[in-house]
Every structure is written in structure tokens, then in C-alpha cells.
């Protein structure tokens, strides 16, 4: 399974923005479609927002629409979610997926099609 590590959580005031990271090890970065999860107290994971192994494609769950966006560097091994006009709703721990996808442009949303996950990062929004 490749290894990830998130990075980029902290506290921030509502309408701010951030931008997580996570770095994947140990696999061809290229080979895996990635996701965003986030999980609030006492709420199951969500799907927030997915990219597919060749970046062309994306698919962001309707609350995070035009706020969020998700973007990945193969060369770095890396993906990234970039997180504007937050909202106090948007706190939760935020996860980074990876699913070893055969399609190029596949975008993956259900939680059980991911076979690794980061440790995860908090991210907190202030009223």
C-alpha cells in the first residue's frame, strides 16, 4: 500500500482559506486516484472532493463546490486541496485517499473503494 502523509491543517477564521498536503511514498504516484475525506465529531467520513490518476478530472461533493479544489503534482508525489471561503461547517479532521486505479481519468468517491489513508489533519474555522 503507498504511504501518506497529510500536512497543512490549523486553525483559521471564517471566509479564510488553507491548502493541505499529502505526500505519498512507497508506490508509483501515478498509478493511484486520490481523494479528500473529512470527518466532523460524531459524523461519519464524507467524501469531499477526488482527482484521477492523470489529474484531468475531478469531482467535488456539492457543499464544497467552487470553494475547494484539488490538485496533484506527480512528479512530487503529492496532492493537494485548497480550501477558500471557509465555513465554521468545514471543521472536521481531513484525510487524504488513495485508490489504485486501472482508468486514467477515474474518479473515485466511495470510501470503500480507498486501500490507503493518511494519519489525517484537524482543521478548525472560528466564527
Known amino acids: 500500500q503507498v504511504q501518506l502523509v497529510e500536512s497543512g491543517g490549523g486553525l483559521v477564521q471564517a471566509g479564510g482559506s488553507l491548502r493541505l498536503s499529502c505526500a505519498a511514498s512507497?508506490?508509483?504516484?501515478?498509478?493511484?486516484?486520490m481523494g479528500w475525506f473529512r470527518q466532523a465529531p460524531g459524523k461519519e467520513r464524507e467524501f469531499v472532493v477526488g482527482?484521477?490518476?492523470?489529474?484531468?478530472?475531478?469531482y467535488s461533493a456539492d457543499s464544497v463546490k467552487g470553494r475547494f479544489t484539488i490538485s496533484r503534482d506527480n512528479a512530487k508525489s503529492t496532492v493537494y486541496l485548497q480550501m477558500n471561503s471557509l465555513k465554521p461547517e468545514d471543521t472536521a479532521v481531513y484525510y487524504c485517499?488513495?485508490?489504485?486505479?486501472?482508468?486514467?481519468?477515474?474518479?473515485?468517491?466511495?470510501?470503500?473503494?480507498?486501500?490507503?489513508w493518511g494519519q489525517g489533519t484537524q482543521v478548525t474555522v472560528s466564527s
Open positions: 485517499a488513495a485508490y489504485a486505479a486501472k482508468g486514467r481519468w477515474y474518479v473515485p468517491r466511495n470510501l470503500a473503494d480507498f486501500g490507503s
Open positions: 512507497g508506490h508509483t504516484f501515478s498509478n493511484y486516484a
Open positions: 482527482i484521477s490518476r492523470s489529474g484531468d478530472n475531478t
